[in-house]
């Protein structure tokens, strides 16, 4: 019997358009019957056909049975289509999977480094708590392996089993925490990966490794273990404010020297986060922390300038981050932000829109909400509900304090009652609604006004 | 940590979805898929290449970071231990890594070869976290795996039903 690769079955559905599910269902029928073959040749391909049907939508956990057989097949090129297929489809639900655990142990001592290479990545994809713990100590001694590409999939994949055999961190960590001394540069990265991920949950507990990354920082050339150092040190710091200002210097020298905007970025960024914490008992700043405002501000700047969208987009960001610890800097250059009002692209607008209305004030609340007025007439949609969101948040904020002149708020929003909002209660309208309501009964004044144009509001409404 | 890798056409028809997030039904992960090509094919490509997706599947925090070439989109859903700028550098690498593998890679090498394209992939990211930037690290373990695989088809194994040997040996492995 002729049976159909992968290749004729992609070709097949291509050339079904019109009954695709019912091409499908058949084929599904024959790979049923394929799966019953004695030939591995046919029970592989049946597989590797399975696991694109998967891709599509279709349930085929029905055949986990047959992956596991095809998975611990001798052939190299049948044991990768069933560790594929496990690898997408296996869940905590699946029955058989207790069936890979001697294989992928078995596996673990192979004497060929990709044997060994798919069993971790296998692990790490079907992970399971039982799996994991009975596949600690093997996958943990992994950690010592002569071959850095073992060692380094062998680092990642302990993160998997802690988060499924948590026990096993405790009884692990010491051989991850001496991967930062190994020879490879490689191991060192994944090693440094590992243990970032597993701080960003629990900080505290990696307080003391902190000493070992500003070592890092200052030695290693490679930008992603770089990234990722720098990542960590950041998460450290709100557990120990201390860190802060020793960040500062270190990143200064890397901000200044490097030619890599991803690094660039990310210390700018970490800087930002950690200026909150810099700030000393009696409460006035250490000297460093002025020049570095200025040399993370006037790179932000060269973001939001830059033509390029993604830098424009990550400079907003960083601002974001700053306004926090010093709003100044980031008043100074308001301009630029408004300029980022009319962007084209939605996601910058939001961001510029978050900023803007970080930095009100008394004086400058009016003409910023003229200006976002002027916006609101040619938005639309979900950009256009945080516009109102955002203007009515602004002047009503702690009790309506940054607003002076009460008429004018007044007749902002009888003006955004104009607007069209279409058939659906939207969050704006119901804020707008309550705005009306509240201002009318606090603001004696203007109750008159208001009261009247909300009647003739109603009555033109339902006429 | 990247929640997904998703390789996915302008028409919304996926070529490549690895969850390292786990999402546990297929109707679950087509609905993602959807939702990701949904919000993706929205923005022109003048855009910036970062989304602040809402994944219910996923919860809070989750950002797309993507880029489209020709027919296809590339998307990294991730969280924020990632790097904003790296992620986008690393993409380009995967990118680079299959066209060395597939020779001037278009949509039909991977509409045809997905699974090669998983492997690729599996030697650049495992379990969400990035385990090799370097391209020609990520090809020379491509390509010996690749000699791996087609050795094995030569490969004689002792001839009894193979059944029975498959099953003695899965069998074998449980005891």
Same mark, same amino acid.
């Given at each position: 019997?002729?049976?159909?690769?992968?290749?004729?079955?992609?070709?097949?559905?291509?050339?079904?358009?019109?009954?695709?599910?019912?091409?499908?269902?058949?084929?599904?029928?024959?790979?049923?019957?394929?799966?019953?073959?004695?030939?591995?040749?046919?029970?592989?391909?049946?597989?590797?056909?399975?696991?694109?049907?998967?891709?599509?939508?279709?349930?085929?956990?029905?055949?986990?049975?047959?992956?596991?057989?095809?998975?611990?097949?001798?052939?190299?090129?049948?044991?990768?289509?069933?560790?594929?297929?496990?690898?997408?489809?296996?869940?905590?639900?699946?029955?058989?999977?207790?069936?890979?655990?001697?294989?992928?142990?078995?596996?673990?001592?192979?004497?060929?480094?990709?044997?060994?290479?798919?069993?971790?990545?296998?692990?790490?994809?079907?992970?399971?708590?039982?799996?994991?713990?009975?596949?600690?100590?093997?996958?943990?001694?992994?950690?010592?392996?002569?071959?850095?590409?073992?060692?380094?999939?062998?680092?990642?994949?302990?993160?998997?089993?802690?988060?499924?055999?948590?026990?096993?961190?405790?009884?692990?960590?010491?051989?991850?925490?001496?991967?930062?001394?190994?020879?490879?540069?490689?191991?060192?990265?994944?090693?440094?990966?590992?243990?970032?991920?597993?701080?960003?949950?629990?900080?505290?507990?990696?307080?003391?490794?902190?000493?070992?990354?500003?070592?890092?920082?200052?030695?290693?050339?490679?930008?992603?273990?770089?990234?990722?150092?720098?990542?960590?040190?950041?998460?450290?710091?709100?557990?120990?404010?201390?860190?802060?200002?020793?960040?500062?210097?270190?990143?200064?020298?890397?901000?200044?020297?490097?030619?890599?905007?991803?690094?660039?970025?990310?210390?700018?960024?970490?800087?930002?986060?950690?200026?909150?914490?810099?700030?000393?008992?009696?409460?006035?700043?250490?000297?460093?922390?002025?020049?570095?405002?200025?040399?993370?501000?006037?790179?932000?700047?060269?973001?939001?300038?830059?033509?390029?969208?993604?830098?424009?987009?990550?400079?907003?960001?960083?601002?974001?981050?700053?306004?926090?610890?010093?709003?100044?800097?980031?008043?100074?250059?308001?301009?630029?932000?408004?300029?980022?009002?009319?962007?084209?692209?939605?996601?910058?607008?939001?961001?510029?829109?978050?900023?803007?209305?970080?930095?009100?004030?008394?004086?400058?609340?009016?003409?910023?909400?003229?200006?976002?007025?002027?916006?609101?007439?040619?938005?639309?949609?979900?950009?256009?509900?945080?516009?109102?969101?955002?203007?009515?948040?602004?002047?009503?904020?702690?009790?309506?304090?940054?607003?002076?002149?009460?008429?004018?708020?007044?007749?902002?929003?009888?003006?955004?009652?104009?607007?069209?909002?279409?058939?659906?209660?939207?969050?704006?309208?119901?804020?707008?609604?309550?705005?009306?309501?509240?201002?009318?009964?606090?603001?004696?004044?203007?109750?008159?006004?208001?009261?009247?144009?909300?009647?003739?509001?109603?009555?033109?409404?339902?006429? | 940590?990247?929640?997904?890798?998703?390789?996915?056409?302008?028409?919304?028809?996926?070529?490549?979805?690895?969850?390292?997030?786990?999402?546990?039904?297929?109707?679950?992960?087509?609905?993602?898929?959807?939702?990701?090509?949904?919000?993706?094919?929205?923005?022109?490509?003048?855009?910036?290449?970062?989304?602040?997706?809402?994944?219910?599947?996923?919860?809070?925090?989750?950002?797309?970071?993507?880029?489209?070439?020709?027919?296809?989109?590339?998307?990294?859903?991730?969280?924020?231990?990632?790097? @904003?700028? =790296?992620? /986008?550098?690393?993409?380009?690498?995967?990118?680079? +890594?299959?066209?060395?593998?597939?020779?001037? $890679?278009? #949509?039909?090498?991977?509409?045809?070869?997905?699974?090669?394209?998983?492997?690729?992939?599996?030697?650049?990211?495992?379990?969400?976290?990035?385990?090799?930037?370097?391209?020609?690290?990520?090809?020379?373990?491509?390509?010996?795996?690749?000699?791996? @695989?087609? =050795?094995? /088809?030569?490969?004689?194994?002792?001839?009894?039903? +193979?059944?029975?040997?498959?099953?003695?040996? $899965?069998? #074998?492995?449980?005891?």
């Amino acid at each position: 019997m002729f049976e159909k690769n992968l290749q004729d079955l992609v070709k097949g559905i291509r050339a079904h358009r019109r009954d695709t599910g019912d091409f499908i269902s058949q084929a599904i029928q024959e790979i049923k019957q394929e799966l019953k073959s004695v030939d591995p040749f046919v029970k592989a391909e049946a597989v590797r056909k399975l696991t694109y049907l998967q891709m599509l939508g279709y349930d085929i956990s029905w055949a986990a049975f047959s992956v596991i057989e095809v998975m611990t097949s001798p052939r190299f090129n049948h044991k990768r289509i069933g560790y594929l297929a496990a690898n997408q489809t296996f869940t905590e639900e699946t029955e058989v999977i207790l069936l890979a655990t001697n294989h992928l142990k078995k596996e673990f001592a192979s004497s060929d480094q990709y044997d060994i290479g798919l069993a971790i990545n296998c692990l790490a994809n079907i992970a399971t708590p039982d799996l994991s713990r009975d596949l600690l100590g093997d996958a943990s001694s992994l950690l010592s392996h002569a071959k850095p590409y073992v060692r380094k999939k062998a680092l990642l994949v302990m993160y998997k089993v802690f988060m499924k055999y948590p026990q096993g961190l405790r009884l692990c960590f010491d051989r991850i925490r001496e991967k930062l001394d190994d020879q490879d540069n490689g191991v060192v990265s994944c090693a440094v990966n590992i243990i970032c991920e597993l701080a960003d949950k629990n900080p505290r507990n990696y307080l003391s490794l902190a000493p070992r990354f500003f070592k890092l920082l200052t030695t290693t050339s490679n930008n992603w273990m770089l990234i990722k150092v720098v990542k960590l040190l950041g998460s450290l710091v709100p557990e120990e404010p201390r860190l802060a200002r020793k960040l500062l210097e270190p990143l200064a020298t890397i901000i200044q020297n490097t030619q890599a905007k991803s690094l660039l970025y990310e210390c700018v960024h970490t800087v930002t986060l950690a200026l909150p914490f810099t700030k000393k008992d009696d409460g006035t700043e250490s000297r460093a922390v002025p020049i570095v405002v200025k040399l993370c501000t006037d790179h932000l700047k060269q973001f939001i300038m830059d033509p390029d969208q993604n830098l424009k987009y990550l400079g907003l960001v960083g601002f974001v981050n700053l306004m926090a610890s010093h709003p100044k800097s980031v008043l100074e250059n308001r301009e630029i932000v408004l300029g980022c009002l009319t962007d084209n692209d939605v996601t910058i607008r939001c961001r510029a829109l978050e900023l803007l209305a970080g930095m009100v004030t008394k004086r400058t609340l009016e003409g910023l909400v003229s200006k976002l007025l002027w916006h609101v007439q040619t938005s639309e949609g979900s950009y256009r509900e945080d516009l109102l969101l955002k203007i009515m948040s602004m002047c009503s904020k702690d009790k309506y304090s940054f607003l002076t002149d009460f008429q004018w708020y007044s007749s902002v929003l009888v003006e955004l009652c104009h607007l069209d909002y279409g058939s659906k209660l939207s969050t704006a309208s119901i804020a707008l609604a309550n705005q009306l309501i509240d201002v009318t009964l606090r603001v004696e004044a203007v109750r008159p006004y208001l009261t009247n144009q909300m009647r003739l509001f109603l009555v033109d409404r339902f006429n | 940590m990247i929640k997904a890798v998703m390789i996915i056409n302008n028409h919304g028809k996926p070529r490549l979805v690895k969850f390292y997030k786990t999402v546990t039904n297929e109707d679950a992960q087509q609905s993602v898929i959807r939702k990701i090509f949904q919000q993706v094919a929205q923005r022109p490509d003048n855009f910036c290449n970062y989304l602040e997706g809402s994944i219910t599947e996923w919860g809070e925090g989750t950002k797309l970071i993507y880029r489209h070439y020709a027919t296809l989109y590339f998307v990294f859903a991730v969280d924020s231990q990632e790097s @904003d700028l =790296g992620i /986008l550098d690393l993409i380009q690498v995967f990118v680079e +890594a299959l066209d060395k593998c597939f020779e001037n $890679v278009c #949509e039909l090498d991977l509409i045809f070869h997905s699974d090669r394209v998983h492997y690729v992939l599996d030697e650049m990211i495992m379990g969400g976290m990035v385990l090799e930037t370097n391209i020609a690290a990520v090809l020379a373990s491509v390509n010996d795996q690749n000699k791996l @695989d087609s =050795g094995s /088809l030569r490969m004689q194994l002792p001839t009894h039903s +193979a059944t029975s040997h498959s099953m003695k040996s $899965v069998v #074998e492995g449980v005891f």
